[in-house]
């Protein structure tokens, strides 16, 4: 079965700082990996998918597979990224199917 | 941007009731539709999957008799919590791929049970 590991439940950064959220997922095939993020209040949104390999908001992420990771990074943490962040995977191999999701990190950019 | 809504957004139920909740793509169809489960600043954990005329498929130690779905159209879905307890609260979430896009999430419904 899949799994997804984020380590961190809380990250704080203060503006300006880069910031690197970490994921780590178990699967034996070939797998696909997302961010989604959560703003206060707001319903979840796609990020980023690894397949695209683009740059959203600044953010990035790399699939590494050797190390089984999908760390989500920035170099330049602004206050609006503040939010709730999930990784998950699809392992359908699509975005269609269905998700599994990491425990999230909040993330909090102090001015 | 597709749009995905869900009904009621909150909800407040006595214990032995049962409550639906509905989850409609607004501006495409979606013969798939995902309801998920979310505790306050914790992950989302899959329920079932939801097939537009067929029998939902639900995931390990979900109780399909306590959580009924109905996948009515090609743009509804509904949850029905049955015979609630407030063990049920939390935040419930579908979610409705789209074909050549991305999945979209609906703004979730918070369902107290008294």
């Known amino acids: 079965a899949q799994r997804v590991t984020q380590p961190e439940k809380l990250l704080s950064v203060f503006k300006g700082a880069p910031v690197e959220l970490k994921c780590n997922y178990s699967?034996?095939?070939?797998?696909?990996l997302f961010w989604y993020v959560q703003y206060s209040r707001q319903r979840l949104q796609l990020l980023l998918r690894h397949i695209s390999r683009e740059s959203i908001k600044g953010f990035t992420a790399d699939l590494n597979k050797g190390e089984t990771s999908f760390h989500l990074k920035k170099p330049f943490a602004q206050e609006e990224d503040s939010a709730m962040y999930y990784c998950a995977l699809n392992a359908g191999g699509t975005s269609y199917g269905k998700l599994t999701f990491g425990q999230g990190t909040i993330l909090t950019v102090h001015p | 941007g597709a749009v995905v809504s869900q009904h009621p957004s909150w909800v407040i139920c006595k214990s032995g009731t049962s409550v639906k909740i509905e989850c409609r793509s607004l501006d495409f169809q979606a013969t798939t539709m995902f309801w998920y489960r979310q505790f306050p600043k914790q992950s989302l954990m899959l329920m079932a999957t939801s097939n537009e005329g067929s029998k939902a498929t639900y995931e390990q130690g979900v109780e399909k008799d306590k959580f009924l779905i109905n996948h009515a159209s090609l743009t509804l879905s509904t949850l029905t919590v049955t015979s609630a307890h407030p063990e049920d609260s939390s935040f419930y979430i579908c979610?409705?791929?789209?074909?050549?896009?991305?999945?979209?999430f609906g703004p979730g419904t918070r369902l107290t049970v008294t």
């Open positions: 979610s409705a791929p789209r074909q050549g896009h991305e999945q979209y």
């Open positions: 699967y034996s095939g070939s797998p696909e």
